[in-house]
Nanobody, 125 residues
Framework: VQLQASGGGLVQTGGSLRLACAAS????????MGWFRQAPGKEREFVAS????????IYADSVKGRFTISRDNAKNTGYLQMSSLNPEDTAVYYC???????????????????WGQGTEVTVSS
C-alpha cells in the first residue's frame, strides 16, 4: 500500500491542524493505521493508532485529549485532528500502516510495514 500524508503547516500555539493520510494500492481496511512524529534532533515517537474498523484507538500520553485519530475506509484515508497545539508538537508527522499486526492497535513502529513521506508541522510560540 502507498501512503501520502498531507495537511502540515505553520500554526500558532493553541491552534489546530488536521493531517490526512491517503492510501492506495490495497484494501485500506485490512491495515492498522498509526501516526508517528520525529522532532529535530529526536527519535521518532508514537502518536496514535487506530484499529482496522476505526472503533479502537490509542494515544501517546503527550497528545491524549488534544489529538484525535480517525479513518474513513470508504475513502481510503486516515486523519489526525490536532488541537491545542504547542511548540513541543513541532515535528515531521508520518502515517503508517500495518497488515501483520494482530492486535487492534499498535504503538511499536517496528510492526508497521508501510510509511508515508511525512508532513511537517511547525507550532510557533
Amino acid at each position: 500500500v502507498q501512503l501520502q500524508a498531507s495537511g502540515g503547516g505553520l500554526v500558532q500555539t493553541g491552534g489546530s491542524l488536521r493531517l490526512a493520510c491517503a492510501a492506495s494500492g490495497r484494501t485500506f481496511s485490512n491495515y492498522v493505521m498509526g501516526w508517528f512524529r520525529q522532532a529535530p534532533g529526536k527519535e521518532r515517537e508514537f502518536v496514535a493508532s487506530i484499529s482496522r474498523s476505526g472503533t479502537g484507538s490509542i494515544y501517546a500520553d503527550s497528545v491524549k485529549g488534544r489529538f484525535t485519530i480517525s479513518r474513513d475506509n470508504a475513502k481510503n484515508t486516515g486523519y489526525l485532528q490536532m488541537s491545542s497545539l504547542n511548540p513541543e508538537d513541532t515535528a515531521v508527522y508520518y502515517c503508517a500502516a500495518s497488515f501483520r499486526v494482530i492486535s487492534s492497535t499498535q504503538r511499536n513502529a517496528n510492526y508497521y510495514d508501510y510509511w508515508g513521506q511525512g508532513t511537517e508541522v511547525t507550532v510557533s510560540s
